[in-house]
């Protein structure tokens, strides 16, 4: 079972960084980086579960829950703030951050 | 077995939706709905305390913050004339891995051919958080106050 958890992965990590990769969009990068981090759990849950230390990976889990849910927090007060000062959430027109 | 490979392609298919959707309000709801497959996925897997952090707070609380952020930003500033080629051609790509993957990865992802272990009935996540791994604790209430403190600094009122 862990062998296709782990193709999974593979798949769900790809998914999350050719949206990080291709999108312009600030929101749509935030998406992929929690795709990425949803692969990131599953890895770490079949791993575990593989060697029979699922409660470490649990708790490595939780932690990283935590990481997350402020990372997405902090990223998306940026994209409000930035929308509400330059009128666009396109990351490729935050190029006057010096101004 | 059935149910678990179901549960894994209903969350790349969640996955993949998110990232393909045209509205930004569908891909939050997506992104939910992946979290949910992984909920049940970790409940499968013996790890019901990651089950429920994941529920309430990826699937709850960053769709939540997906959905408020979405309706706090205006239509025509999220609105990036990107082009829908590039993510309409994800399906294709990622077939084209899974096949490179099955083919030329066979040998390595058969090292991992074992079952699932239950863990220990006496092995608890509360013993392992609290005395093992302490300072994961102390990191996760550090990040908590510097998450506080960066959005009241982008939040804050200027005073006259």
Redesign the interface.
């Known amino acids: 079972?862990?062998?296709?958890?782990?193709?999974?992965t593979?798949?769900?990590f790809?998914?999350?960084l050719?949206?990080m990769l291709?999108?312009?969009?600030m929101?749509?990068l935030?998406?992929?980086m929690?795709?990425l981090s949803?692969s990131c759990?599953?890895a770490f849950?079949?791993f575990?579960?593989?060697?029979?230390?699922?409660?470490?990976?649990?708790?490595?889990?939780?932690?990283i829950?935590?990481?997350?849910?402020?990372?997405?927090?902090?990223g998306?007060?940026?994209?409000?703030?930035t929308?509400s000062a330059t009128?666009?959430?396109?990351i490729w027109k935050l190029n006057k951050l010096k101004d | 077995m059935t149910s678990h490979i179901l549960l894994l392609c209903l969350l790349l298919l969640f996955s993949v939706m998110a990232v393909m959707a045209e509205e930004m309000l569908m891909s939050a709801v997506y992104l939910g709905a992946a979290s949910v497959a992984l909920t049940l996925l970790l409940y499968e897997m013996y790890a019901p305390w990651a089950a429920v952090f994941e529920l309430s707070v990826c699937a709850g609380l960053i769709t939540v913050l997906f959905i408020s952020a979405i309706s706090l930003v205006r239509q025509e500033e999220s609105f990036i004339a990107e082009p829908r080629l590039r993510f309409k051609l994800l399906p294709v790509w990622l077939f084209m891995a899974g096949i490179l993957l099955s083919t030329f990865g066979k040998k390595y992802l058969a090292a991992f051919q074992t079952d699932v272990i239950p863990p220990p009935q006496n092995e608890g996540v509360g013993l392992i958080l609290w005395h093992l791994r302490t300072t994961d604790i102390i990191g996760q209430l550090c990040m908590f106050l510097a998450g506080v403190l960066i959005i009241n600094s982008f939040f804050s009122r200027r005073k006259a």
């Open positions: 079972m862990p062998a296709i958890n782990l193709f999974f593979a798949l769900l790809l998914t999350g050719y949206c291709v999108s312009r969009n929101l749509r935030l998406i992929g929690e795709i949803k759990i599953l849950i079949s575990g579960s593989q060697i029979g230390q699922t409660s470490t990976a649990q708790s490595i889990i939780i932690t829950i935590v990481v997350e849910v402020v990372v997405i927090g902090v998306l007060a940026l994209m409000v703030k929308s009128g666009t959430i396109d």
